[in-house]
């Protein structure tokens, strides 16, 4: 257990519509990375907060948004759904910035699009 | 532009022999590298990583290798176990780029026969 928690585990849902995937960090990270796993790909990082700041950016959809409230949980907002977006969104979280920090990952959401 | 490339998507191994597991990359930026192993439902967990300083690191049974001129590193892991069997993801970062994004090859899955 990575201590890093994801909520729902599954979510089934029909196109053009605006799904919420939620992420609390382990205790004591604050900076929270999204990415993305599509069948045969591998993890395609989308963006990434730091204490509640937009810190980088990635491959991320106009149509997708995210925040990380006060209390350093955040979510990813997906929407106008495309079947194309069926995939697994993983959080992870580290203690701080920086590459050398170790990056631990949630279980992940599994976004089926219909 | 896939920057980082495992082009061996599955590989199979005796118990108790070596597993070698490859990784390419093509951004000269690229400084810090890093394996991480997934299992079926889980997330990705950290395993090893290699700074750009170095030419090998070792941990255990794993070891991560790193050639600079030939923009290649692998895992090897001696000696290969059952337990070992899951998706190895091999990743890369810049530590001067100041976005702390890993970007993720599309993994290989290893099997471990007993």
């Known amino acids: 257990d990575s201590g890093v928690t994801q909520t729902p585990k599954h979510l089934i849902t029909a196109t053009g519509q605006r799904v919420t995937l939620r992420c609390s960090p382990r205790?004591?990270?604050?900076?929270v990375y999204w990415y993305q796993q599509s069948l045969d790909q591998g993890l395609q990082f989308l963006i990434h907060y730091y204490n509640g700041e937009e810190r980088a950016k990635g491959n991320i959809l106009e149509r997708f948004s995210a925040q990380q409230f006060p209390d350093l949980h955040s979510e990813l907002n997906l929407s106008s759904l495309e079947l194309g977006d069926s995939a697994l969104y993983f959080c992870a979280s580290s203690v701080d910035t920086g590459v050398y920090n170790e990056q631990f990952f949630g279980p992940g959401t599994r976004l089926t699009v219909l | 532009d896939q920057q980082v490339k495992q082009n061996s998507p599955s590989l199979s191994v005796q118990e108790g022999r070596i597993s070698i597991l490859n990784c390419d990359y093509t951004?000269?930026?690229?400084?810090?590298f890093l394996w991480y192993k997934k299992y079926p439902a889980e997330g990705p967990t950290f395993l090893i990583s290699i700074s750009s300083i170095k030419d090998k690191n070792e941990d255990g049974r794993f070891t991560v290798f790193l050639n600079k001129s030939a923009k290649h590193l692998s895992l090897h892991i001696v000696p290969s176990q059952p337990g070992d069997s899951a998706v190895y993801f091999c990743a890369a970062s810049s530590t001067t780029s100041g976005t702390y994004k890993y970007i993720f090859g599309t993994g290989t899955r290893l099997k471990v026969l007993a």
């Open positions: 205790s004591g990270d604050l900076s």
């Open positions: 951004n000269s930026m690229f400084d810090y």
